[in-house]
């Protein structure tokens, strides 16, 4: 078992978990879809806080980072016209991918 998952991490690592296997079924931009990766995207958004607030040093830069990346692609895609709309869905999902994958690895690896 890995310290930080000794440290009370498990349970966060495994949401996250999750909410990664959601996202990565995500494939069409649908009002179904939207209302899923937002759904995701807040759970994910609040794990982030709750990790950077149990152990700053490791988990800051997550916060200011990542989450920020995800937030500009999620504005991106509210911003975006009707044409764009499925580009900027896979962006943003790619995007919040990207984020959940960062965070499970820290958990996993941090001391």
């Given at each position: ?10 349970k966060e ?81 790619d995007s ?16």
């Amino acid at each position: 078992m890995y310290l930080c998952e000794d440290m009370g991490y498990a349970k966060e690592r495994g949401k996250l978990e999750k909410l990664y296997t959601k996202v990565s079924g995500l494939t069409n931009y649908d009002d179904k879809s939207l209302a899923v990766i937002t759904d995701i995207f807040e759970q994910y958004s609040h794990s982030v806080r709750i990790l950077k607030n149990k152990n700053p040093e490791t988990f800051t830069e997550l916060y200011q980072t990542e989450l920020e990346q995800v937030k500009v692609f999620k504005r991106l895609l509210k911003l975006s016209e009707e044409a764009d709309r499925q580009d900027d869905f896979i962006k943003y999902k790619d995007s919040l991918l990207v984020a959940l994958n960062s965070a499970i690895t820290i958990i996993k690896e941090a001391p």
